[in-house]
């Protein structure tokens, strides 16, 4: 998935979430993020963004992927 832009990650983002059932979406997030781009869901992890527990920081984990991720993909 190297060099995917941030359409073909939201095409991809809203179809993993729509296979992976028994995750709640903050967790189906985390986990597609982490394969597609490590760099910033280690910046995300453990921080006020990080959605995988809680359903309410869904909104900043977004935003947070949508500012940086053409940044971080150079």
């Known amino acids: 998935m190297d060099n995917m832009n941030i359409k073909q990650y939201t095409v991809s983002l809203n179809s993993y979430i729509n296979q992976q059932v028994s995750f709640r979406k903050g967790q189906a997030i985390m986990n597609h993020l982490a394969m597609v781009r490590p760099d ?3 910046k995300i992890v453990g921080t006020q963004m990080d959605c995988f527990y809680t359903d309410d920081r869904i909104q900043n984990c977004l935003n947070f992927i949508y500012q940086n991720w053409e940044n971080e993909n150079v």
């Open 40 to 42: 910033l869901a280690n």
